[in-house]
């Protein structure tokens, strides 16, 4: 058997993938709970769960057995055709595939506001979260480019709908921030909001 054409990919594939990474979450939000309140530590977990997902989802050949791509048939660049010619939506779920794009993004951008509104430096790290979720994008579509065995492509209207996505998440977060407060309980748990 050739080990370079083994399956590896698929619903099934990703579903394990994503089973995988609620388990690690829920282990690690559990971990978390210990030392801080529900909402700061099931935001952590979430925003890793999240995250994860946004990977398993994106890298993960799309086909149990992907199409062989040759080497001189693979793209050199990413698509720079914005909002060019876009599936109806993936094989799992209807609908656009740029709403679908939007979607995946924005639970990480509403959990990273939960995540570190606890503490004043969140302050700094939710906008530098929002980069990250922005920059993580692009380094999907660049994988997706340089990685002919995923049989993906780059395209720059996925990064563009990635960080709206993220964006809108984000500010989704900042709504639950102030609903949530996730800073309640600092001093049962000797948690400090100043730290």
């Known amino acids: 058997m050739d080990v370079g054409m083994l399956s590896g990919g698929g619903v099934t594939t ?15 939000g559990a971990l978390l709970r210990r030392s ?5 530590a099931w935001a952590i977990a979430g925003f890793v769960f999240a995250v994860a997902c946004i990977g398993v989802l994106t890298l993960t050949p799309a086909y149990e057995v992907p ?26 779920v209807g609908g656009g595939q740029r709403l679908l794009n939007m979607v995946v993004f924005a ?3 509403a959990l990273l506001v939960l995540a570190v509104g606890r ?14 979720l922005f920059g993580y994008s692009v ?3 660049w994988a997706q480019l340089e990685v002919a065995r995923i049989d993906r492509a780059c395209d720059i209207t996925d990064m563009v709908d990635n960080a709206l996505g993220a964006l809108v998440g984000f500010g989704v977060g900042l ?5 949530l407060r996730p800073w309640r ?6 948690v400090d909001r100043t730290a």
């Open 14 to 28: 990703m579903l394990a993938g994503v089973a995988l990474a609620g388990v690690v979450a829920g282990l690690l």
């Open 36 to 40: 801080l309140p529900f909402v700061s």
């Open 67 to 92: 199409s062989v791509v040759l080497a001189e048939d693979r793209p050199t660049s990413c698509s720079l055709d914005y909002g060019g010619p876009s599936p109806d939506g993936f094989w799992i």
């Open 107 to 109: 639970p990480a951008g």
């Open 119 to 132: 503490w004043r430096v969140g302050r700094v790290l939710a906008p530098l979260g929002l980069l990250g």
């Open 139 to 141: 380094a999907i579509e």
């Open 175 to 179: 709504v639950l921030l102030v609903v």
């Open 185 to 190: 309980g600092a001093g049962r748990r000797g």
